[in-house]
């Protein structure tokens, strides 16, 4: 850690904080940490003409917490998980790519259709936040949710039969791939259009700051809303990181820059594509980690939401990461460089994890293998699951579209329509 | 508020200043600031705020300064206001309130003159109320605000400052109920908004000719009540829906085709539709008061209406001013239809009476034939001039109609495609 200035980036609301952040060398030595390739130490320079694979040149703003320094700087052999955690981020992990895989194979056999957007690549994102994350606490995603739903609880069969169109999906098979909703562990969705779901966190932030403040709870719920860098050039982006900012918010707004919305490079497509600068001009801290590394990840996660716990206010965190598949399944992925590709290859936040476990002696490969096979059998029975699982009827079509189903109104007979019999058939004219 | 901890109001100039039309005075002082919530200029993001808040247990109310403001919260009341309950397979509720006011004013110009009611209708999912006094307001709020769907209240510029007295008392109105203005026999009225009041100005008019007119408020404008709506019609057999709404796509249009579908055997008439202009709200006076429906022009429809049994709408085909056929001139095609050609612009004080409501008025309007049919015609019997179908009017020796008087005069007959011949 080389940074001493490093612990003020933290500082809320320190106009000073930018200028800081710019003259931070890099956050953690690469040595200790996998698969992270070692950035040039320069000083972040704003005229840089950006190519698509030299364009990683400005430093990493250094983000971790005193204590965490100081670990590190008494003894080079500390490791920053345990051998529990270790095995539940491999596991989750591992859980998310098997089931992005097996989602693509149905796909292609047909089982589900649509639109299907897979995150093969960008799990560290997933998993370095949302295990850190209690049952009460919030996340809200967009299209490319599925990981982030399996991440925070959601059981694999409920996700593969909501995949399926299933009535035993997590929505009934009425939300798809898009839309996985689920009250229980508080995942409120799965939005289609891009930045409409940060609203919706920052109002589930709000509703954890109401608790505080007028309910008089013992509320430190967080929320996290996930979205993508061609989010960050969105109306609603910038309108929501105000008003966090402005209540001090409990959310951390993490961004997935995978570089690339469909086929728009995100340098073609912004005019500064550092947006963890975004942040201090709101008034939070913006930080920048290498979201190939799922160390890093929770690093950095555990303090944005240690902050956003202790009432702190709203953290932006820019996660540099990619996707290996394209957009969705439909996208033949042609625009992207197949060098582009390769060296992220290269980065794969699970064998990168992997290599750190073994060669820290947390766990065996044996162990490792074991939970490879448990998470492929349970995926396999996910699947057989929702295959099992029936289609939902047509009594379903009505329900659910009012949560007060007189919304339908008053018939000509005097009765209202959610009475007549055929409604509950679902083939009632409402 | 004060019942349920819950409720909270987000807007802007909500809290301190008590909103635009001071209608949340005095809250934010009683309540504080975070139950009141003055919200920075960002209507998509709050109105999402409210539907995040609403997802995790508050129940927000939305205020848009004007009602127009909210179209840039489309994308959240349409996708998230409205389909997220069904999207997330009845997982998540999201009981919001979003309201505004709306309608057009005294000349506020353009865009602080919309009417979104027709801009939200087919949003599956929300309720519509449009409130018209303050006793109805207050019922719909209450009901709204303890409904557990997201419920969209539509305010009027013009009616804040009505004073009426209302029980102290708590009373929650139906969401889905219409109500009966004033009781009549001769023609149903449906109306709703600042229209009631336009109405009830020309019933006054009506009640002096000797006419009854029935006046009903649907107040719910999605949802329609087809119950009381229907009764009303079963009893009248005639209607004329008065709204602020534009022509196009407007609540009028939606109520027609519902009226249509469901109680088509028991209308002696065209359903009759006074909306709005499909124009931009003017900002000069005269000329915003020729936008709008004004008493005059309810008053000539109701005439028409009664006197007419058959009254077109819409311009015939094949029927223009192209063919020397002189404004005001009955026509009679062989596509059927009586109307009257060309008009679209009435007497001064009458203007932009367009088709809606039967062409045009001008003074000395003849009688048509069957002026006697109507007012004391048994229910379910046409005595209508039944046009002959082309096949008959094609014979030898064209046959009488079949009910009784003939037309009175010559009339031009246009056939498409072919010269009119004279009769």
């Known amino acids: 850690m080389a940074c001493s200035a490093t612990a003020k980036i933290l500082q809320p609301l320190s106009i000073r904080s930018a200028e800081k952040s710019e003259s931070c060398g890099k956050m953690l030595s690469p040595s200790s940490f996998l698969g992270s390739t070692p950035l040039p130490k320069k000083l972040f320079s704003v005229n840089k003409t950006i190519s698509p694979l030299a364009r990683r040149s400005a430093t990493i703003v250094a983000v971790s917490s005193d204590v965490v320094k100081e670990k590190k700087l008494k003894s080079t052999q500390n490791l920053l998980i345990t051998k529990e955690e270790g095995l539940v981020l491999y596991e989750d992990m591992y859980l998310g790519r098997a089931f992005e895989d097996m989602c693509a194979q149905m796909y292609y056999r047909g089982k589900m259709f649509g639109f299907v957007h897979l995150y093969n690549g960008q799990e560290a994102v997933s998993t370095g936040f949302i295990k850190l994350l209690k049952k009460e606490d919030c996340v809200v995603s967009t299209y490319r949710d599925h990981v982030h739903a399996l991440s925070k609880g959601v059981p694999a069969r409920q996700v593969m039969s909501e995949l399926f169109g299933k009535n035993t999906g997590c929505c009934r098979g009425q939300g798809g791939s898009m839309h996985m909703f689920s009250k229980e562990h508080n995942v409120l969705g799965g939005f289609a259009f891009i930045g409409e779901g940060i609203p919706v966190a920052t109002g589930a932030a709000f509703t954890s700051k109401y608790k505080r403040e007028v309910f008089k709870e013992d509320c430190d719920e967080v929320t996290l809303a996930f979205f993508g860098d061609g989010t960050c050039n969105n109306g609603q982006f910038f309108e929501c990181l105000n008003m966090a900012a402005l209540w001090k918010l409990p959310i951390v707004f993490v961004v997935e820059n995978n570089l690339w919305a469909i086929g728009m490079s995100h340098l073609r497509s912004t005019s500064d594509p550092q947006i963890w600068k975004k942040g201090p001009a709101f008034g939070m801290p913006g930080v920048h980690v290498d979201g190939m590394d799922v160390l890093k990840v929770r690093e950095v996660a555990k303090e944005a939401v240690s902050r956003a716990r202790r009432g702190e206010g709203p953290t932006l965190v820019e996660c540099e990461t990619y996707r290996f598949r394209g957009h969705s399944l439909a996208d033949p992925d042609e625009l992207r460089d197949p060098a582009e590709k390769a060296h992220y290859a290269t980065r794969d936040p699970i064998t990168a994890l992997k290599k750190y476990v073994i060669e820290n002696k947390l766990a065996s490969e044996a162990e490792l293998k074991a939970i490879e096979k448990k998470i492929d059998e349970e995926i396999e029975e996910a699947v057989e699951f929702a295959d099992e699982s029936p289609v939902p009827e047509r009594s379903q079509l009505l329900e659910n579209v009012f949560a007060d189903p007189k919304g339908f109104g008053i018939g000509p007979d005097g009765k209202y329509r959610c009475e007549d019999p055929k409604f509950t058939q679902g083939t009632a004219q409402v | ?423």
């Open chain 2, 1 to 423: 508020m004060d019942r349920d901890p819950r409720v909270c109001v987000f807007g802007e100039d909500v809290g301190h200043y008590g909103g635009s039309y001071k209608v949340t005075k005095g809250l934010a002082e009683k309540y504080g600031d975070l139950r009141v919530l003055d919200t920075p200029i960002a209507e998509n993001s709050f109105t999402g705020m409210a539907v995040g808040a609403a997802m995790t247990g508050l129940r927000p109310i939305v205020e848009g300064m004007n009602m127009g403001f909210l179209l840039l919260a489309f994308n959240q009341i349409s996708d998230n206001c409205g389909m997220l309950h069904y999207t997330s397979g009845g997982q998540f509720t999201i009981p919001t309130v979003i309201r505004g006011p709306g309608g057009v004013g005294r000349q506020l110009g353009a865009e602080h003159s919309q009417r979104l009611e027709s801009y939200f209708q087919s949003i599956p999912g929300i309720q519509m109320v449009a409130c018209s006094t303050p006793y109805n307001a207050k019922g719909l709020m209450k009901a709204a605000i303890r409904s557990e769907n997201p419920v969209v209240l539509f305010e009027h510029v013009l009616l804040y400052n009505l004073k009426e007295r209302i029980p102290d008392e708590e009373y929650v109105l139906s969401l889905e109920e219409a109500e009966m203005v004033r009781p009549g026999e001769h023609v149903t009225i449906l109306t709703y908004s600042r229209m009631r009041y336009h109405v009830m100005q020309a019933a006054k008019t009506l009640v002096n000719k000797g006419y009854d007119p029935e006046v009903i408020d649907i107040r719910s404008l999605k949802p329609f009540d087809l119950y009381t709506i229907g009764n009303s019609i079963k009893k009248t057999h005639r209607v004329l829906i008065v709204e602020e709404c534009m022509r196009t796509g407007g609540i009028g249009a939606s109520l027609t085709a519902a009226i249509n579908e469901n109680f088509h055997d028991y209308l002696d008439a065209q359903i009759v539709c006074l909306s709005s202009q499909d124009v931009p709200t003017p900002y000069a006076g005269t000329l915003e008061e020729w936008t709008v429906v004004q008493p005059p022009q309810i008053v000539a429809a109701v005439e028409q209406l009664l006197q007419n049994p058959f009254v077109r709408a819409t311009p015939i085909k094949g029927a223009g001013l192209g063919l020397g056929v002189r404004v005001g001139q009955k026509v009679i095609s062989n596509q059927g239809g009586l109307g009257w050609a060309g008009g679209g612009r009435g007497k001064e004080g009458l203007g932009g009476l367009g088709w809606a409501g039967g062409g045009r008025v001008k003074e000395g309007l003849e009688k048509p034939f069957l002026h006697t049919a109507g007012l004391d015609a048994p229910h379910g019997v046409h005595q209508m001039y039944i046009r002959p179908s082309p096949m008959e009017r094609a014979s030898p020796g064209a046959p009488e109609p079949r009910a009784s008087p003939a037309p009175p005069e010559p009339c031009l007959v246009v056939s498409n495609g072919r010269a009119p011949e004279w009769n």
